[in-house]
């Protein structure tokens, strides 16, 4: 079956701008979570949704937003982008809450000029 | 969760077992030992987990100590496609889904 989907896989935005990057799970999939990877930071924990509703966050600015649909896709926003936001962010998704497995998708990777 | 600590980087022929140690030694009675990889490029790729018993799957082998305090994730035959950071993460089932990467180890196969 179809991995985890990210779109779009590159994205050049601008300072104070803000973006939208979307998520789609495996089939059948109900919890997704979003991380953060930079050079500096590596891998770092952003939220996670489960049935449409947030159940876990990480230590990210409220600039830092996400949401879940009906179908488990799902979406994060950043608004008034920073120059340290450049990174790239992957989505994981996993069966449901008793799931050990999460399954990444190839991420999206941000540029802030 | 538990603290883990991982060699900084390591090398393998090809075609020889890697051997990929992990000390976790505050770990607690109700926390696993995960492993994920991520190849240049890609997401991270679950490989294995366990809780106290040896666990091998297609992808690897996993030993835990007797007291838990460290564990080796094992490639048996390692191939040039097995170059990637290799994560050694420690947390309690069922506890959200936060996976608490750190710096992994960077393991290069070489021809």
């Known amino acids: 079956k179809a991995g985890v989907t990210q779109t779009p896989r590159y994205l050049i935005k601008t300072r104070g701008q803000q973006v939208t990057l979307s998520c789609s799970p495996i089939s059948g999939h109900r919890s997704v979570s979003w991380y953060q990877q930079t050079p500096g930071q590596g891998l770092q924990f952003l939220f996670e949704?489960?049935?449409?509703?947030?159940?876990n966050k990480g230590n990210f600015p409220g600039r830092f937003s996400g949401r879940q649909f009906s179908n488990s896709r799902s979406e994060m926003n950043v608004s008034t982008l920073e120059l340290g936001d450049s990174a790239l962010y992957l989505c994981a998704s996993s069966l449901d809450k008793a799931s050990y497995e999460q399954y990444f998708g190839p991420g999206t990777r941000l540029t802030v000029t | 969760d538990a603290k883990t600590t991982q060699p900084t980087s390591m090398d393998c022929a090809e075609g020889r077992a890697a051997n990929l140690p992990c000390n976790h030694s505050?770990?607690?009675?109700?926390?696993?030992v995960y492993w994920y990889r991520q190849i240049h490029s890609q997401g991270p790729q679950y490989i294995i987990h366990?809780?106290?018993n040896n666990e091998t799957n297609e992808m690897a082998s996993l030993i835990i100590t007797e007291d838990r305090k460290s564990s080796t994730l094992i490639l048996p035959h390692a191939t040039l496609r097995d170059t990637a950071v290799y994560y050694c993460i420690v947390r309690v089932a069922n506890s959200g889904y936060a996976l608490n990467f750190g710096k992994g180890t960077s393991l290069l196969v070489t021809p």
């Open positions: 366990g809780l106290k």
């Open positions: 505050t770990i607690s009675g109700n926390e696993y």
């Open positions: 949704y489960f049935s449409e509703t947030q159940r």
